[in-house]
């Protein structure tokens, strides 16, 4: 069995796709595989990268791979979002650098789905991005769609959030502020030669000002356009600076270590959900809803009752 | 104990008030006073109304109630929605009309913020409608927000469902088409009045007729204008109509036993992660995350541990 993980450890890309095969699958054995696997995480520095769909994520996430394969140091890209060109509907110039990529033993890409587990789709990337880290990637990203709980439980895992965003999602940071924007670690905005950009720009400054004045990092908002390239550059270093003042001070290691109580505690949760869903298939529930019907029971009787058949 | 119950049964308003009252702050008792509750509830026809904040839900439920008061049926609201003039942000053509219902002493209106509880508000509005029931109002009325989880369950607690949208919100027509919209069995555009009401209107209607052709009940969409009171009684004579249809072949007694069996799943399901939570404030996570931070436990298993620890 811990064959599959020495080899994942060796870097062998069949393998470890075999691997996030069995975690989409929600495969029966994988636990026990990524008990194996978890001593061999967390010397990766993991990126979150989120933000609305067509936002130009997955051809930043491109030349942000590119930038750090040139500084030396291997990639592993994991795509949640669906509407990701990393999970097929790539435009043109997009599927081109990610061939170029590819083709780069240094990078190993995956995109993954929903299983339909509680909150399956959150854990499958949590656990898809140990793998890649087991295989020794240097460092692991994860492109989201920033929106919704899966969005909110991927910036839970990692280490840095990149939130990108674009001039024509103005009205959707309103939206933002109540939620990814403020676990932002750095704020991209992109297409940023569009006329319209520079209010959003000014805005989004001023809505992260504010919050940090006097703390140890302050937010920067990187103006890119991805398409040319253009502020690129900019993005890399605020993303390496952020890096280093995770570093210091161990600063990372205590966002990781309320990370893991956190994923912990959701973990149990759904987990006990997922164990009575399971008996309540072998239940037939129906011959309660008649007793209740009957009049015989009533409704909060019959689901103490069922509570406490659980609890035994 | 039984005293309470037996007051509110006789319609006493103040004991209807504090039963209500021990619901929303999660009194450990009032489940053995819910149970006491539940044989006297289902004769009501209940109304769940939904839709976007500043719709007008307000409006039109004190002309339903003024109508189905001049018809001689008795009228429970409970207003969930925290934006909603009952709770407090009332207009002045409002509160007279409130003010005129609650001197009626047919009428109960009340309504209920959130305890905290998982699934909290909801379960709330359910048990709140039960005591309302019970106090043998022949309608009961409950007001949601349109937005979010606590209104998907709100709906699938009601027997007739009317969705209130107004021409401003036209951009939200595509998001309630994923959700809300689907469950309307009567569709309110309000505002009605104003020019940009025509296009909302004919999508609406084109949105609503493809899927019910041959089907039994085909969803109207009423137009009302609440401020002057047209379409009101339109609006009245449709949910009569559909409370007589539902009526018709057990209809209802059938969609009142799908309800029962979804709800009595989602109170397990909160009941275990009350249960759960409630044990993992005991526990000192840290020390846990300690293990696994130094190695000594994985993730995998310490959730494992976790569950089995639950289990038994």
């Known amino acids: ?89 790539a435009l043109l110039g997009d599927r081109i650098r990610m061939q170029e990529l590819t083709r780069d033993d240094r990078v190993f890409i995956r995109s993954i789905g929903n299983d339909g587990r509680p909150g399956g789709l959150s854990r499958s990337a949590q656990d898809a991005m140990r793998v890649l880290e087991a295989m020794g990637k240097g460092v692991v990203i994860v492109e989201t769609a920033g929106v919704g709980q899966t969005d909110v439980d991927v910036v839970d895992s990692v280490d840095a959030v990149v939130l990108v965003t674009v001039p024509e999602a103005g009205d959707e940071v309103q939206a933002l502020k109540a939620g990814i924007l403020e676990a932002a670690d750095v704020i991209v905005l992109n297409k940023a030669d569009r006329p319209e950009a520079d209010g959003l720009g000014t805005e989004l400054q001023e809505l992260v000002t504010g919050d940090y004045v006097g703390a140890g990092w302050q937010v920067p908002v990187i103006r890119t356009a991805a398409s040319t390239g253009d502020g690129v550059d ?44 399971h008996s309540l298939d072998r239940i ?29």
Not at 22 to 35: K, Q, V
Not at 288 to 296: D, M, Q, R, S, T
């Open 234 to 277: 900019k993005l890399c270093e605020a993303i390496n600076a952020y890096e280093t003042y995770a570093k210091e001070e161990n600063r990372l290691g205590a966002r990781r270590k309320l990370q893991l109580e956190k994923e912990m505690r959701t973990r149990l949760r759904e987990k006990m959900i997922a164990t009575v869903d």
């Open 284 to 312: 037939d529930l129906s011959e309660v809803v008649n007793l209740v019907n009957k009049g015989e029971k009533d409704l909060y009787e019959v689901v103490k009752d069922l509570v406490n058949f659980h609890k035994s």
């Open 1 to 89: 069995m811990s064959d599959i993980v020495a080899r994942v450890r060796d870097g062998n890309i069949r393998s470890a796709g075999r691997l996030i095969s069995m975690i989409e699958a929600g495969d029966p054995s994988i636990e026990a595989l990524l008990s194996l696997i978890y001593p061999h995480t967390g010397k990766s520095f993991r990126i979150g990268v989120t933000g609305p769909p067509g936002a130009g994520k997955s051809t930043l996430i491109c030349e942000l791979a590119g930038a750090y394969l040139a500084s030396g140091r291997s990639v592993g890209i994991i795509a949640v979002d669906i509407t990701s060109p990393f999970t097929g509907g």
